[in-house]
């Protein structure tokens, strides 16, 4: 650790350049990687709500019901179809409106309708189960949220490809700058590398200062980064937990494992964390291997 302070003591505008340059790249990085995060968490609890509703007419019969539902999930369209009878629909009721006793006294099991909750296989086959669903007797409304979907989808694409452009202007604008940085260090150290050389020692003991710098600023600035942004964060929580006060979690299934992304859990700070230090040690380090290597012969 002397070693380094005292590379920073000698040359202090390029080692803040350094800093400055990673903790830009990093904090911007992490903002894109948590709305692209919290955007797929969006997509992916929309697409686990009914995705289509069909509420029956009160005289229609629960064996037309079921014959329906056995129907729909024949096709190859649908994934799943819950049915929901009155008396649950009631209970659905009085549970939404426990605190309003007026709304209670006007609704009985009877008024509302029965209905299906169906999840289709893919977004595109919404259409057609709900004009399929619109055809058939005994039907009263068909809901579906392709709309809230198609947006979703067409906002996390935008994002994301928005995204890779931005990771690869800044990562090479980052590793340009810090080569640059790099380069003019190493010439500072000019006639001490060439007396290494003359001594016998092996390029990697001559890169090893500068590769130790670099790890340095590379966990420096990702543990800077991340504790402003956590910072950040919790100010700006309780507008979130506003704007999400309906949803009861956001979460990215992974196939082997479901990472919950709200409320914010220990799982997804750590692996912000580690992705943001590893990034941070990842530029810094490449950076400094492609300027030794080939400043340093």
Do not use: C
């Not at 605190?99 to 009985?108: A, F, I, K, Q, R």
């Amino acid at each position: 650790m002397r070693e380094i302070f005292t590379a920073i003591k000698r040359t202090p505008y390029q080692s803040f350049a350094t800093f400055f340059t990673l903790f830009l790249t990093l904090f911007l990085s992490l903002a894109v990687f948590f709305i692209l995060t919290f955007l797929y968490g969006m997509l992916g609890y929309v697409e686990s709500r009914p995705q289509v509703t069909v509420y029956f007419q009160t005289q229609t019969s629960e064996n037309n019901i079921f014959k329906l539902k056995e129907q729909l999930l024949s096709s190859e369209k649908v994934l799943s179809a819950k049915y929901v009878s009155k008396t649950e629909a009631y209970e659905i009721y009085k549970k939404l409106n426990k605190d309003n006793p007026l709304l209670l006294e006007m609704v009985t099991s009877d008024i509302l309708p029965a209905s299906l909750e169906i999840f289709a296989k893919k977004p595109s086959f919404l259409p057609e189960i709900a004009d399929f669903l619109k055809k058939q007797s005994g039907i009263d409304e068909v809901n579906f949220q392709k709309n809230i979907i198609d947006k979703l989808l067409s906002l996390t694409s935008i994002v994301r490809k928005t995204s890779i452009a931005f990771f690869a202007y800044f990562i090479i604008t980052t590793i340009i700058i810090l080569i640059s940085i790099t380069h003019f260090k190493i010439a500072l150290k000019k006639d001490e590398i060439e007396l290494l050389q003359l001594l016998g020692a092996d390029r990697f003991y001559i890169k090893k200062p500068f590769l130790k710098e670099a790890l340095f600023f590379g966990l420096l600035s990702s543990m800077v980064v991340f504790l402003i942004f956590s910072a950040l964060f919790f100010v700006v929580r309780p507008y979130l937990q506003s704007y999400l006060s309906g949803v009861s979690n956001l979460s990215i299934d992974f196939g082997f494992y479901n990472l919950v992304i709200w409320p914010l859990t220990l799982e997804f700070t750590a692996a912000s964390f580690l992705i943001t230090t590893l990034f941070g040690v990842f530029i810094s380090i490449a950076s400094t291997l492609l300027a030794t290597q080939k400043y340093i012969k």
